[in-house]
Nanobody, 123 residues
């Protein structure tokens, strides 16, 4: 068993920055692969960024160059630094974790999910 907890969501103006945190506790292998997802009102949950067992990072095209992942392996915490935020980034952001993931963008690949943290970008 494992638990996933996100934090850091807030309301910011366009162009602003936020850093989200995701901490995975419990089974030590669950944090091998961690992904960030988001769901905007009226839309499906979509993958934002992902880090695999080997530290390889993948970003969705929509956030490439603006969002950055970093991981503290000592405490299995993943950070999502979001710069240059746009109104279309407004969403509930979720962290998901599992021991192994083949298709990082597929929500079905992850057994452990956090409750989400809300990000609002508006002027």
């Amino acid at each position: 068993q494992a638990q996933v907890v996100e934090s850091g969501g807030d309301s910011v103006q366009p162009g602003g920055s936020l850093r989200l945190s995701c901490t995975v506790t419990g089974d030590r292998h669950t944090g091998n692969c961690i992904g960030w997802f988001r769901r905007a009102p009226g839309k499906e949950r979509e993958g934002v960024a992902f880090i695999d067992t080997y530290g390889k990072i993948t970003y969705a095209e929509s956030v490439q160059g603006r969002f950055t992942i970093s991981k503290d392996n000592a405490v299995t915490t993943l950070y999502l630094q979001m710069n240059g935020l746009k109104p279309e980034d407004t969403a509930m952001y979720y962290c998901a974790a599992d021991a192994g993931v083949d298709l990082w963008w597929d929500v079905q690949e992850y057994h452990y999910w956090g409750q989400g943290t809300q990000v609002n970008v508006s002027s």
